[in-house]
């Protein structure tokens, strides 16, 4: 008999189904972008960058690439999602916490955010993480915040499907991104798996709501922190990633 699971915003493929992630989810599907924010951290550093603080570094699948070049530290909410990032890259330094005011003692060379500033859901959430990445960054460091989806290109009730399968166990992904009502400046991300093991099936549903913001919000929530900022729009980043994706980099003002 099939089981279905429904979750609303609980983000259930980062907590108890956070196994589905790690078979669907391979570092290999993250090198590109992985050498893209490597490329642009070299590029535009000011200083040698070092050390790089990995803002939503989820299971650590980019962090497999990040660690050839840079001493890294991640941060995620999802205990689950950071025990499996620490199994992939003992390495590397991981705590579990938000990236709106998690604390260190420590400074970084470089910060990035390179695909989950898209959770935020306000201009004042965005503000905080803003607020908490100049507070631990280093003098003359950079700060790289990749926008995953821009209103005006967004691509609306776009559907993928992906298969992976391990053992016994075949999992069918489906994710469907939907805006409601443009207004509300977020969008949902329907995540919908069909785990067949042995005959049996169980579906799970996962609705997750992100934001949408006009890339003014980004950029002038920069500005009012005390950054000074680039936009860059990159068609090879748009390749890699989907329509609408650009980057910015962030840099202290200097008083």
Same mark, same amino acid.
């Given at each position: 008999m099939e089981?279905i !699971? =429904?979750?609303?915003n609980?983000?259930q493929?980062?907590?108890?189904y956070?196994?589905v992630?790690?078979?669907?989810?391979?570092?290999d599907? /993250?090198?590109? *972008?992985?050498?893209y924010v490597?490329d !642009?951290?070299l590029?535009? +550093?000011i200083?040698?960058t070092?050390?790089?603080?990995?803002?939503?570094?989820?299971?650590g699948?980019?962090? /497999?690439h *990040?660690?050839?070049?840079?001493?890294?530290? @991640?941060?995620?909410?999802?205990?689950?999602m950071?025990?499996?990032a +620490?199994v992939?890259?003992?390495?590397?330094? /991981?705590?579990?916490?938000?990236? =709106?005011?998690?604390?260190?003692?420590?400074k970084y060379d470089?910060?990035?955010?390179p695909d $989950?500033?898209?959770?935020?859901?306000?201009? +004042?959430e965005?503000?905080?993480v /803003?607020?908490?990445a100049k507070?631990?960054?280093?003098a003359?460091?950079?700060?790289l %915040?990749?926008?995953?989806?821009?209103?005006?290109?967004?691509p609306q009730n776009?559907?993928?499907?992906?298969?992976?399968?391990?053992?016994?166990?075949?999992?069918?992904s489906?994710?469907?991104? #939907?805006v409601?009502?443009? $207004?509300?400046?977020?969008?949902e991300?329907?995540?919908?798996f069909?785990i067949?093991?042995k005959?049996?099936?169980?579906?799970i549903?996962?609705v997750?709501k992100?934001?949408?913001f006009?890339r003014?919000i980004?950029f002038?929530? *920069?500005i009012? %922190?005390?950054?000074?900022?680039?936009?860059?729009?990159?068609? #090879?980043?748009?390749?890699?990633? +989907?329509?609408?994706?650009?980057?910015?980099? @962030?840099?202290l003002s200097?008083?």
């Amino acid at each position: 008999m099939e089981k279905i !699971k =429904r979750y609303e915003n609980e983000r259930q493929l980062y907590k108890d189904y956070q196994w589905v992630w790690d078979l669907t989810s391979d570092p290999d599907d /993250y090198k590109d *972008l992985a050498d893209y924010v490597i490329d !642009k951290i070299l590029k535009n +550093q000011i200083v040698d960058t070092k050390t790089v603080l990995h803002l939503g570094c989820g299971s650590g699948c980019m962090d /497999y690439h *990040l660690k050839k070049h840079f001493e890294l530290t @991640g941060v995620d909410l999802s205990e689950d999602m950071i025990k499996s990032a +620490q199994v992939k890259n003992p390495e590397c330094s /991981y705590f579990m916490g938000d990236m =709106r005011d998690f604390k260190l003692d420590k400074k970084y060379d470089a910060i990035i955010i390179p695909d $989950s500033i898209d959770y935020m859901l306000s201009a +004042q959430e965005i503000e905080k993480v /803003y607020k908490n990445a100049k507070r631990l960054l280093n003098a003359n460091g950079l700060f790289l %915040v990749i926008v995953g989806y821009e209103p005006e290109k967004f691509p609306q009730n776009r559907t993928t499907v992906d298969e992976a399968a391990n053992g016994d166990r075949v999992v069918t992904s489906i994710e469907n991104n #939907y805006v409601s009502d443009y $207004s509300t400046n977020s969008f949902e991300a329907t995540f919908v798996f069909l785990i067949r093991e042995k005959g049996k099936l169980e579906t799970i549903i996962d609705v997750q709501k992100l934001g949408l913001f006009k890339r003014e919000i980004w950029f002038n929530e *920069l500005i009012n %922190v005390g950054f000074s900022v680039e936009i860059i729009d990159d068609p #090879y980043l748009v390749e890699i990633e +989907q329509e609408g994706t650009y980057l910015l980099i @962030g840099r202290l003002s200097k008083k």
